[in-house]
């Protein structure tokens, strides 16, 4: 491998910054015996590399040349699935961005075949991974068209969580929008932190208000502003960095809803504080026991 230290990188972070495989994926390539450098076998995804010096291959083929870095938002209309490929021979959003093939352009996540909305692609395989791992709490905003319209009851359960099949959901920010001439149906606007699989419409029908339609309209700080269905846009370079802000965990005050509840919103519980320990109490009552030095303002 290359001596030099200021561009050597992850192994497994190269690869997936080619796009040829997700970091995770790529972790898995290299500890099934499937990944060269410099003609020698490489085990450890954390082996250190510069991408620019050593030749690496996998699956005994060079790793293509890392490409210009892109990022796209598409309006994602209903009846797509979000997946590479399709067996069943069904619509994937692949069909959307086709035109663009020697990009290696990827979906960041998920949007399920009945959803719309903003939809990312990127080949930035590691930046992509940052944001849907959980651990980063990206906000993604929705817009829910739901029967009948929920009770602050059931909107402050959503706001704190409520048991599903899978586990607990994390707290959200939910409120009523408007609602509809239509048997009194209305429109609601959630925004999650999480990405599980028809994660707002178990939400809804676990309080037996089952969702009819359903639009992301933003995922972290980038918006369907200016789209139509089907439309695609690539994303500006401050539109850009404050996603690098999210993945690398800050939280741009424009992410989702921002850091402050707009008003209406169902607000989730303060969590209490933890007790003391017996030992952080003792040292807090000794300290109080210490008398303060007198003396004049100054």
């Known amino acids: 491998m290359a001596n030099s230290t200021n561009t050597r990188i992850r192994l497994a972070k190269a690869i997936a910054k080619t796009g040829r495989a997700s970091r995770r994926e790529a972790e898995r390539l290299i500890e099934d015996g499937l990944v060269t450098v410099n003609g020698v076998l ?21 790793l293509p040349p890392q490409p210009r870095t892109s990022w796209f938002v598409l309006y994602k209309p209903r009846g797509y699935l979000t997946t590479m490929d399709d067996p069943q021979g069904r619509k994937t ?11 290696g352009l990827r979906p960041v996540g998920r949007l399920d075949f009945d959803t719309e909305g903003v939809l990312l692609f990127t080949n930035d395989g590691e930046m992509a991974n940052a944001l849907t791992h959980p651990s980063k709490g990206v906000p993604k905003r929705y817009l829910a068209k739901v029967w009948k319209r929920p009770d602050e009851k059931k909107l402050n359960r959503l706001a704190n969580g409520i048991n599903l099949d899978d ?13 509809t001439d239509e048997g009194g149906n209305c429109w609601v606007e959630v925004t999650v932190t999480e990405g599980r ?17 359903l639009r992301r309209e933003s995922f972290g700080t980038v918006s369907l502003r200016g789209l139509e ?3 695609l846009r690539t994303l500006t370079a401050e ?21 402050k509840y707009k008003p209406g919103f169902a607000l989730p519980k303060p969590k209490p504080n933890k007790p003391l320990s017996k030992k952080r109490a003792a040292n807090a009552k000794r300290r109080a026991a210490v008398p303060k030095p007198s003396g004049g303002q100054g």
């Open 42 to 62: 490489i085990q450890t995804p954390a082996c250190l590399v510069d991408p620019s010096a050593d030749r690496i291959q996998v699956e005994g083929e060079a």
């Open 93 to 103: 959003v692949m069909e959307l961005v086709a035109n663009m093939p020697e990009l």
């Open 167 to 179: 586990g607990r959901t994390q707290p959200c920010k939910v409120r009523v929008v408007k609602e």
């Open 197 to 213: 699989n028809r994660l707002i419409r178990r939400m809804f029908e676990n309080i037996g208000h089952p969702v009819s339609k």
């Open 229 to 231: 269905r089907g439309e």
């Open 239 to 259: 539109e850009v960095d404050r996603l690098e802000d999210l993945a690398e965990g800050r939280k741009p005050e424009s992410a989702g809803h921002g850091s």
